[in-house]
């Protein structure tokens, strides 16, 4: 089973994610942290790392850019894949100009349908 690390302040939006995986069939262990600096201390501490982490830009504590900087700067983190799953369309384009792949920024569905495409991706993603 496959660890992914959902940072997200929203509960809804975990519980329509975690759903999706389920409908899915997907071996997935969806982890959540609802607070960027909670979610470094979980990065950075021991134990055993998620296959994914999954980013909202706005969060309490430390935003998602600054979680992102921080996975590009520290050497053990820097491999570890992550996505922006944001509700923001225009932010998009700002991460784009910032260097991030266009697939590593999901866009939050407005449908289950929706979620369950975003679920199949980022499946894609952990392999």
Same mark, same amino acid.
């Given at each position: 089973m496959k660890t992914l690390l959902m940072l997200e302040d929203n509960p809804g939006d975990v519980a329509l994610l975690e759903e999706a995986f *389920? +409908? *899915? /069939? +997907?071996d997935v262990r969806l982890e959540h942290v609802a607070d960027g600096t909670e979610a470094l201390s979980r990065l950075s501490g021991p134990g055993p790392l998620p296959a994914l982490v999954v980013v909202d830009l706005n969060l309490p504590g430390c935003g998602g850019r600054e979680i992102l900087g921080a996975l590009r700067a520290?050497?053990?983190?820097? /491999? *570890?894949p992550a996505v922006i799953l944001s509700g923001s369309r225009w932010e998009r384009e700002a991460m784009l100009a910032e260097g991030l792949p266009p697939s590593h920024y999901l866009v939050k569905p407005d449908t289950f349908a929706g979620y369950l495409e975003v679920a199949r991706i980022l499946a894609g993603f952990m392999g």
């Open positions: *389920l +409908e *899915l /069939g +997907e520290d050497p053990a983190l820097r /491999g *570890l």
